[in-house]
């Protein structure tokens, strides 16, 4: 078996409760990172069972969406345990938040890898905001979200970029794989025939 691969199955044996514990609350963290999560599901599973060829191009996939989720998942568990103290139903009230920091910190590491100028006042306000809400267990404000892209607008904006989120890139990743990352119920109304 490739190195990659026990790498990951020693990643999903640790992360894997966590992981799915999030999905069965339809927690906003696992929506975020499930393409990426799916993407290395469907490849390790169809290397290792079906035989499927894992070229350069599927090790970089590879390789880069496992470091990508491993600091995600690591970031969450890290809140999990000092911000909440393991208290999982805490930390859910604040999933939404802790997507946007984590958001903010993908921005920021775009910004930086393109060698972009941009304010940095405003991305480190904007965490530290989000931050003192979770960390004082703050109401949530019910426009928190306009306000959030507001700020993320004003960096970009003075970009003139278009961001493109590595969750982004393992959505087109899926599909160009044939994977069904969101699935639609069809519900019939009235009796049934």
Known sequence: ???ILKEYNSWLKE???????LRSHDSSLYTRFMPIYEV???????TEDNGMEFDPDLQKIF????EYIHSQIFTCTTYLKTTFKDDFHEFMRFDRIIGYVLYIEDLRYELVENN???????INDLSK???????????????INLYVDS???????????????????????????GISLYYE???????DI
């Open 151 to 177: 700020e993320i607008q004003k960096v970009i904006s003075s970009n003139k970029i278009e961001f493109h989120s590595i969750i982004d890139i393992f959505v087109d990743i899926a599909e160009t794989l």
């Open 1 to 3: 078996m490739n190195k």
């Open 129 to 143: 905001y989000l931050e003192d809400i979770m960390s004082e267990r703050k109401e949530i404000p019910e426009n």
């Open 185 to 191: 119920s069809d519900y019939v109304l009235g009796k």
């Open 63 to 66: 390789q880069i969406g496992l």
């Open 116 to 122: 972009l100028k941009f304010d940095n006042k405003i």
């Open 15 to 21: 992360n894997q409760k966590f992981v799915l514990h």
């Open 40 to 46: 290395l599901n469907f490849i390790s599973s169809e």
